[in-house]
T-cell receptor, first 114, second 110 residues
Framework: DAGITQSPRHKVTETGTPVTLRCHQT?????MYWYRQDPGHGLRLIHY???????DKGEVSDGYSVSRSKTEDFLLTLESATSSQTSVYFC?????????????FGEGSWLTVV | DAKTTQPNSMESNEEEPVHLPCNHS???????IHWYRQLPSQGPEYVIH???SNVNNRMASLAIAEDRKSSTLILHRATLRDAAVYYC???????????FGQGTTLQVKP
């Protein structure tokens, strides 16, 4: 158990509404990631964080923002949800070098924008 | 960031060994070679990782070429539950951004 949880696990929302997904870790790892996964596209990096208040963009960051005000939480926000953001969202944490920089993923958050 | 190249798909028969290749010709000296797999409707899970030497664990073995420009994930006896997408990725302590490729979809036939 890598101590990573995502919430909510499932959500249906309407186009134009804001949505926030939360990723929580219990072990103070520095790196945290948000990916989305769609059929035929594999895992695509949205944003990542390398410390409190330190974040950077990934491959598909348009329409998304993130915040990390404390080590344990990494929030992904869709300011105004669109149908193209219907997807499965995975959070991940990266362990340190002593563990070979191993990545552990959360169980996913299924988001449907109608 | 160093990239990896994997075949899109592979097939295997149940209870036979499977060798999943990965090319990473631009690997740097500090990059660890990692393998993850993803079962349907689940998040990716860690399989194995290595730096220079071959590695074994309860799930699989990792064979790393001497020049480290390629590696092979070995499943010794494939089961139907091993049908998944397998991702090979390089992870460096100096790199924050982690990009996954398309991975190899493994089909296991009974």
């Amino acid at each position: 158990d890598a101590g990573i949880t995502q919430s909510p696990r499932h959500k249906v929302t309407e186009t134009g509404t804001p949505v926030t997904l939360r990723c929580h870790q219990t072990e103070n790892h520095r790196y945290m990631y948000w990916y989305r996964q769609d059929p035929g596209h594999g895992l695509r990096l949205i944003h990542y964080s390398y410390g409190v208040k330190d974040t950077d963009k990934g491959e598909v960051s348009d329409g998304y923002s993130v915040s990390r005000s404390k080590t344990e939480d990494f929030l992904l926000t869709l300011e105004s949800a669109t149908s193209s953001q219907t997807s499965v969202y995975f959070c991940a944490i990266r362990f340190d070098l002593s563990s070979g920089n191993t990545i552990y993923f959360g169980e996913g958050s299924w988001l449907t924008v109608v | 960031d160093a990239k990896t190249t994997q075949p899109n798909s592979m097939e295997s028969n149940e209870e036979e060994p499977v060798h999943l290749p990965c090319n990473h010709s631009t690997i740097s000296g500090t990059d660890y070679i990692h393998w993850y797999r993803q079962l349907p409707s689940q998040g990716p899970e860690y399989v194995i990782h290595g730096l220079t030497s071959n590695v074994n664990n309860r799930m699989a073995s990792l064979a790393i070429a001497e020049d480290r420009k390629s590696s092979t994930l070995i499943l010794h006896r494939a089961t139907l539950r091993d049908a998944a997408v397998y991702y090979c990725i390089l992870i460096s302590g100096n790199t924050g951004k982690l990009i996954f490729g398309q991975g190899t979809t493994l089909q296991v036939k009974p």
